[in-house]
């Protein structure tokens, strides 16, 4: 009996989530309200607090579930065996699952959630799949922290630029693997060097 209500919770808590993954895409993760998100999952608002704390610990269960997506993503991609194009494939994957889903990548990537800070468990999950990436980019040669944040910080200024001006296009993303090669060269060079 106690793992029937159980699962019929998990199974409210996903529908609860799921709904709220909804509402923001419509309004933004900013424009996400409480108020209607019980009206969608009929209820009253009072009784999102019994899955639910407050607003915070709702950002905190999207956030988890987001990163939980992008891990499965990562779990279910073939990477090819050469080092580079291994990192290619992982940072395409990336910007892909950010592409997708303009309200997940705000909350995931972004965080434009004031006072929002995700619990040190679903931070977890994110500190996951980056470090995944960064396997990815040690492996083909990139082992610099400055060259790490680089790869990083290229990867998300494409994504950035590609949502704000060119939504649904290629006309920053397609630059993803040529981008890649210059940084690696440039980080696998400089090692070379300094030896």
Not at 18 to 45: D, F, N, P, Y
Not at 83 to 88: G, H, I, V
Not at 103 to 123: K, M, V
Not at 153 to 164: C, E, K, P, R
Request: aromatic residues 6%.
């Amino acid at each position: 009996m106690a793992g029937s209500v159980a699962l019929r919770r998990e199974a409210k808590i996903a529908s609860i989530i799921e709904a709220a993954w909804e509402l923001a895409r419509e309004h933004g993760i900013g424009g996400l309200s409480l108020h209607a998100l019980a009206r969608e999952v009929g209820m009253r608002q009072p009784s999102l607090y019994e899955y639910f704390a407050s607003k915070h610990a709702l950002f905190d269960a999207l956030f988890a579930a987001g990163n939980r997506q992008l891990l499965e993503r990562l779990d279910a991609t073939t990477f090819p065996h050469e080092p580079r194009a291994a990192l290619k494939r992982g940072l395409a994957v990336f910007v892909e699952f950010a592409l997708e889903d303009s309200a997940r990548s705000e909350l995931l990537f972004q965080r434009h959630i004031p006072g929002f800070e995700p619990t040190r468990e679903s931070y977890g999950l994110a500190e996951e799949a980056l470090d995944r990436l960064v396997e990815l980019m040690h492996d083909a040669g990139v082992n610099e922290q400055g060259d790490v944040d680089c790869l990083v910080a290229v990867t998300a200024g494409l994504i950035d630029a590609q949502m704000s001006n060119d939504p649904g296009g290629d006309r920053w993303t397609r630059h993803l693997d040529r981008l890649v090669d210059l940084l690696v060269d440039d980080a696998t060079t400089k090692r070379r060097r300094s030896r």
